[in-house]
């Protein structure tokens, strides 16, 4: 089991597969709407639509498409980096507000920018499932090398680096702050800090209101709690 989790592929690669689909969709769909022929089929939206991307004030093909490839790099540039490395405001300060109304249409380009702003939010929640991915495999590695250890010793080590170099090549880091996973033998956890980039001693304190039932232990309240927590096994 450690040696498959060794050899999984980094999660960013999957995470640069899903934003070079993104944009080949976004491309399609520019390509779609500077077609000839119907778009919708007929009547006055039809001709209305059509006569809007007709209007180069109104929709700019290549500007749009020049601006989300610039968008999608910047995303693929934070594959190999830390959540903690990302510079926010070159990507997620870009996300839209979704504030459509008759003020739209007084910005240029203003049916490229709508469908920009429609695929902007895939690629950082790709980017966001990156980060969760790389969380549950470093997790799950520390977990089979710290029972390994316990197997063989009869009790789980006192720090992570004494699974090294026998249990575990090296401690991995969390992907939030670039700092070791966190290991607490007393509360028989492994934990990373999460977005916030606080460490909070393993807290599994609910930081927003869950969509279920509080009484309800499920997987996904890991991910509002104030620490992202993995529990390790069974205490000795």
Known sequence: LADTLDDLNPPEKGMLRAVKVQYRIFDNTLDWLSREGPLYGSGL???????????????????????????????????????????????????????????????????????????????????????????????????????AYRLAEGAYPRSLEELVPEYIESVPHDPYDCEPFRYSKSQGIVYSVGENLEDHGGSQEVRREPHHNKREKKEWDRWDAEDIVFEIGPHL
């Open 45 to 147: 939206a039809e001709y209305a639509m059509r006569v809007v991307v007709r209007l180069p004030y109104f929709f700019n093909k290549n500007k749009s498409r020049a601006y989300f490839a610039d968008f999608s790099r910047k995303v693929i540039k934070t594959a190999p980096l830390c959540y903690a490395e990302i510079d926010s405001v070159s990507v997620k300060d870009e996300l839209p507000d979704f504030s459509f109304g008759p003020s739209l249409l007084l910005r240029s380009n203003a049916v490229g920018r709508s469908i920009m702003d429609l695929f902007k939010p895939a690629n950082i929640r790709v980017s966001d499932q990156k980060f969760r991915a790389e969380c549950r495999i470093s997790a799950t590695q520390l977990i089979v090398a710290l029972n």
